[in-house]
């Protein structure tokens, strides 16, 4: 109990979201690595908070093939729509994984236990990763499967929401693009409890190449 | 005498339209017989989320002022936007119509799908499309509709409509979901948890995904320059709704358009942050439909181009921004957040306290703008209490548009000898005496205590008669359940002449400046002793106090719509305090409710915005917090410190204390310095974390809200109950004159105003 007045309430929670806050801003104008970093610290608490997993893994073909294969376990298909940001040689050694399914029928579509996609983007302060889902049937296999996994680089985690909507962050990607900030797996309260799983997936697991 | 309906029996489609007073009355029967655990539980959780994720935006207040700019100028000049809009979609590929009227975007919605052989359509929650009834309408013209927003789907299962704009079906706790399915649907599942609940409605509905020929969805902020939407959800079902069907149907209210996709960045930091509380709910799309990549095509099926209809409405809402006080409610981004934050929603839901589709506090302009004025009734709900004000990400003066609909409706009555005569004799404006003998009871009710306290031992043996009471329930509507405080023998005013004729108050300290002190009429008439213990503090601590002549306010008008009773008396306290403000004085108000009245209804009241602004920016301060304020001068005294001066451990009433504070009061920012003063001088303070008692002036003694107001206040009592658990009693302390009333009523003992807990350290 104890009402937080609205003052007082600013005051004790001000000083550490304010040095949060300057830490992201200064994280632009600062060195690459020590920016990153504190970025990806974020990002991933924050992540973790909205019920994701986040795995940071080395930028290379086998280390991505085994993170994603770890992270779909015994998924007998698994549906991949191949990146356009990221290049496409680094998927090489898992898209020759035999269970891995890139022009999926539309039955495969709505029945495969996992799908594998890249982000352009994530978001520090929420843990959101952001698809664009104008490409091909990213959108699709983004959403059908249980389990989402997602592929996104250590330096397209921008500090807040609203940095997708600026020009000058990540040469105004975010405003051209149709793209969907996924925060957590899909979940709803609609039923009573909170209930995670819903229309879309029930899991969603984020892989960060270093 | 007419039997009254079994409240569980009452179907809320049957007392969706308020227009008749019954089925309001009616519908609070329901609501709290049956829906009230659940409102409360989802709407109080809200509540709290929604506290602590905007405390994490550190430019919060920035961002509210930044949204509330782009929504005044995108409304200003929304035919331009509107031209611009159309440009983008036609360019984008996609085609746009602007509809006048709710049938007209159905039939629009209708022959589109027609043309298209459409049978069925999955639909992504949209509260305009309730607006519209365009279920019935495509229903009409043989297509099948499937709600996939499991609220939704709960709604159209159940027939009902929405209580809440955010989570339509937020009154159905998990066992009366249970039910209903098992009633509704042939199933030899046991669906008694949320998972299987939610597994059960997926698989129905991933079926309709897979087969549908078209989606329809709303839109939360829709962009001009790039015919962009934005979409809030957490399901996924408007996902599969914009993406999985060839033909994608957006339908949203014109005032959901922004200029720039820029725009949208302000917005999703506050939209979901304000509604549910999340940083972000699962997904947020931002899309500029028509899709580039292909439809999904069920299997067996070929994959459809893609065609993409916005339909854009309009149903009133170009009436409402020609209305110079209704035309804020456009601003609205729906978030919710009024709802959650708001005691009397939180106990009853949209189901009372709402209309066929909008609900809540800013749910009355809604319901009156597209709709009849009279559909707007329920927002006699709406207490004035204020606590949805801060929590507006687009800061709309909700309590103010609902006094103004309250205003309006008044003025709808037929008039009356009898309501002219009572409104002459006590003060009403010529206007405002058509209002119903109930409203100018209340909004005049200053005279009557001020004859009543001149004859106070008849006026009090009076108002314990029986017949006097029911003569006062059959009249005023007054609830003979409430006990009513006793007049006092003499009003603060007197006893405050007396003392100056007696002992003289100890001597005020050089250089601190003078106070006036405000003798208000609820305190003047209701409460002197606690008037005459507020000066004795201030006195106690070295300032000077003087008391102004008791003028009403105006809130008591304010509350009933009595605008312009309100104005009237608002002049006239201004004229008389302007001298007070020039010569610099601090300018003490004791009653909460008057102080809000200065800090934030002023400004609609007076006709000088120079002096308004001088009444709403902090020259009147709450007694503790000029006590805070002069702390440390107090330092340098004879005496050192405010524990010293008010030792705890000197109260007769003891160290352990439960406090209230009023909900106007902590609107004002000026709740929290009485904590820290209780707490500074010793006692050991827990306070609710309710919005508010439920009392709210006049609202809890009138007849037809008695039940409501003790229900709400039952979340107060349940805390002081909580609270004395452990340890035992406490002694309650309230700052506001109805909180006092609501827990002397709730809790039947005596309730101290800080200002006494303070003085009775004195000895």
């Keep these: 109990m104890g009402w937080p007045s609205e003052e007082h309430f600013s005051d004790t929670t001000k000083n550490s979201v304010l040095l949060r806050h300057l830490r992201c801003k200064l994280s632009f104008s600062m060195q690459q690595a020590v920016a990153q970093s504190s970025l990806l610290a974020d990002f991933t608490t924050a992540a973790i908070q909205a019920v994701a997993t986040v795995q940071v893994v080395d930028r290379s073909p086998t280390a991505l093939r085994d993170a994603i294969l770890q992270a779909v376990g015994d998924a007998s298909r698994i ?14 050694d898992f898209a020759t994984d035999p269970r891995v399914v890139a022009n999926a029928t539309p039955d495969e579509m709505v029945n495969t236990a996992a799908g594998v996609t890249e982000a352009f983007a994530a978001v520090a302060s929420t843990g959101s990763v952001c698809i664009d889902v104008s490409f091909e049937c990213t959108g699709i296999v983004s959403l059908m499967a249980p389990l989402q996994v997602a592929v996104v680089a250590a330096e397209c985690i921008v500090p807040q929401p609203r940095d997708l909507f600026r020009a000058d962050v990540l040469d105004g990607r975010g405003l051209k693009r149709d793209f969907v900030f996924v925060t957590g797996p899909s979940a709803t309260a609609d039923m009573g409890p909170l209930v995670r799983g819903v229309h879309g997936p029930h899991k969603l697991h984020i892989i960060v190449l270093r | ?4 309906v079994n409240p569980a029996d009452i179907n809320p489609r049957q007392v969706a339209n308020k227009s008749d007073k019954k089925a309001l009355l009616d519908a609070i029967r329901m609501t709290l017989a049956v829906q009230s655990p659940a409102v409360r539980r989802n709407t109080q959780t809200f509540n709290r989320n929604r506290y602590a994720a905007t405390a994490l935006l550190p430019d919060y207040n920035e961002l509210k002022d930044r949204a509330r700019q782009i929504k005044e100028s995108a409304i200003a000049n929304l035919p331009e936007l509107l031209r611009q809009l159309e440009a983008s979609v036609r360019a984008n590929g996609g085609h746009f119509y602007l509809a006048t009227t709710a049938a007209d975007a159905n039939q629009y919605i209708c022959d589109v799908l027609l043309r298209h052989e459409a049978k069925l359509v999955v639909k992504g929650k949209s509260i305009t499309s309730e607006e519209t009834k365009l279920n019935h309408a495509l229903e009409a013209a043989g297509i099948t509709v499937a709600e996939t927003d499991l609220a939704e789907f709960i709604l159209q299962v159940a027939d009902e409509q929405p209580s809440h704009i955010i989570a339509p079906a937020l009154h ?7 039910a209903l399915f098992k009633r509704k649907f042939t199933t030899d599942l046991p669906l008694d948890t949320g998972e299987e609940l939610t597994k059960f409605a997926r698989e129905k509905l991933r079926e309709q995904f897979i087969a549908a020929d078209a989606g329809i969805s709303g839109a939360n902020l829709i962009a001009a320059d790039s015919g962009s939407l934005m979409l809030v959800e957490s399901e996924g079902n408007i996902r599969m709704t914009t993406t999985l069907p060839p033909l994608h149907i957006a339908i949203a209210g014109i005032e959901k358009v922004v200029p720039s996709r820029t725009d949208f960045g302000t917005f999703i930091e506050l939209l979901p942050r304000s509604g549910t509380g999340q940083p972000l709910t699962s997904y947020v799309s931002i899309l500029h439909p028509p899709l580039k990549a292909p439809s999904f095509a069920a299997p067996g099926k070929t994959a459809k181009p893609r065609e993409f209809h916005m339909v854009l409405i309009d149903n009133g809402r170009g009436r409402m921004r020609e209305d110079p006080v209704l035309h804020e409610a456009l601003y609205c981004i729906r978030c919710s957040a009024c709802l959650n934050s708001c005691a009397n929603f939180e106990t009853v839901g949209g189901h009372a306290f709402g209309g066929e589709t909008y ?26 209490c204020s606590r949805c004000v801060p929590q507006c990400p687009v800061r709309i003066d909700i309590p103010w548009l609902n006094e103004n609909l309250r205003q309006r409706m008044n003025l709808e009555q037929p008039a009356s000898a ?5 409104g002459a004799m006590t003060g009403s404006a010529p206007e405002d005496r058509v209002a119903p003998l109930q409203k100018q009871f209340f909004a005049n009710y200053h005279v009557l205590a001020k004859a009543a306290t001149r004859f106070s031992p008849l006026a009090n043996a009076a108002t314990r008669l029986p017949f006097a009471r029911s003569l006062m329930e059959n009249v005023v509507g007054l609830d003979r359940r409430r006990k009513l405080p006793p007049f006092p023998r003499k009003t603060w005013q007197q006893l405050h002449r007396d003392q100056q004729h007696g002992d003289r108050a100890r001597m005020a300290k050089s250089g601190l400046p003078e106070v006036l002190m405000l003798a208000d009429v609820f305190t003047n008439y209701g409460s002197p002793e606690r008037g005459m213990a507020a000066m004795r503090v201030l006195r106690e601590v070295g300032l000077k106090v003087e008391l102004s002549p008791s003028l009403p306010d105006g809130r008591a008008a304010l509350s009933q719509g009595m605008i312009a009773t309100a104005r009237q008396q608002a002049h006239a306290l201004a004229d008389m305090l302007l001298p007070y403000l020039q010569k610099g004085a601090i300018m003490c108000v004791l009653e909460p409710s008057v102080l809000a009245m200065f800090r934030s209804d002023y400004e609609h009241l007076l006709d000088d915005p120079a002096t308004a602004e001088r009444f709403a920016h902090g020259e009147f301060l709450d007694p503790l917090q000029v006590v805070w304020s002069i702390r440390k001068e107090l330092a340098d005294g004879q005496r050192s410190d405010l524990a010293q001066v008010f030792p705890a451990s000197r109260s007769p009433h003891g160290t352990r204390v439960f406090y209230h504070s009023h909900c106007q009061q902590r609107t004002c920012n000026a709740a929290w310095q009485t904590i820290e003063i209780l707490r500074f001088c010793g006692f050991d303070v827990v306070t609710s974390s309710v919005e508010c008692c439920g009392m709210a002036g006049s609202f809890g003694y009138k007849r037809e809200y008695y039940e409501l107001s003790m229900a709400v206040g039952e979340d107060l009592f349940a805390q002081v109950r909580a609270a004395e658990q452990e340890g035992g009693p406490r002694t309650l302390v309230a700052s506001g004159t109805s909180c006092h009333e609501q827990l002397w009523a709730g809790m039947g003992r005596e309730v101290l105003h800080p200002v006494e807990l303070l003085v009775s350290t004195l000895g």
Excluded at chain 2, 172 to 178: A, D, L, Q, V
């Design chain 2, 1 to 4: 005498m007419a039997t009254l």
């Design chain 2, 418 to 422: 009898a309501k002219s005569a009572f």
């Design chain 2, 359 to 384: 609900s809540g506090g800013i749910g009355g302009s809604w319901e009156a703008g597209t709709g009849k004025l009279l559909n707007a009734r329920f927002s006699e709900l709406c207490t004035g």
């Design chain 1, 79 to 92: 549906l991949y729509a191949p990146p356009h940001e990221l290049p496409a040689s680094l998927f090489s």
């Design chain 2, 172 to 178: 159905y706790s998990r066992e009366r979901i249970t």
